[in-house]
């Protein structure tokens, strides 16, 4: 009993004494966030960023003129990775990518952030802005 009363005074007392949020997600950063882009193609492409100088990635090309090439039923190619934020640079490390049955092993990819116009440019060169 007297553990108990004595644990529940150092979770109030931690309550009163760290600041709200202290135990919260990772920070963001400038690449926290959608984006969307227009493929070399003209198809529609979106980039989920999670918060953190660590963050989870999701990339998708709701058509990948690659996929239809190789004559797979679908072309929605998805990848999904973990990033790295080294100063205005986020560089990706996608480990599982494709369209439907079409699967691809991993690969890299870059995008670079622009705080003057609040986009990023990949590695091709494509120009994304903010969904959200």
């Not at 400038?30 to 003209?42: E, R, V, Y």
């Not at 953190?52 to 003129?65: K, T």
Request: charged residues 15%.
């Amino acid at each position: 009993m007297h553990r108990r009363i004595i644990l529940g005074i150092a979770v109030l007392t931690l309550a009163l004494v760290l600041p709200a949020g202290a135990l919260a997600a990772a920070p963001t950063s400038a690449f926290t966030g959608s984006w969307a882009s227009t493929d070399t193609d003209g198809s529609d492409q979106t980039l989920v960023v999670s918060a953190g100088n660590r963050p989870s990635v999701i990339y998708q090309d709701f058509y990948a003129s690659g996929c239809d090439n190789f004559g797979g039923p679908a072309t929605h190619w998805v990848a999904a990775g973990n990033g790295g934020v080294e100063g205005d640079v986020l560089y990706v490390s996608f480990r599982k990518s494709g369209c439907g049955d079409f699967l691809m092993g991993g690969y890299e990819d870059y995008f670079t952030y622009d705080a003057g116009t609040n986009t990023l440019t990949d590695s091709f060169g494509i120009v994304w802005t903010r969904s959200s």
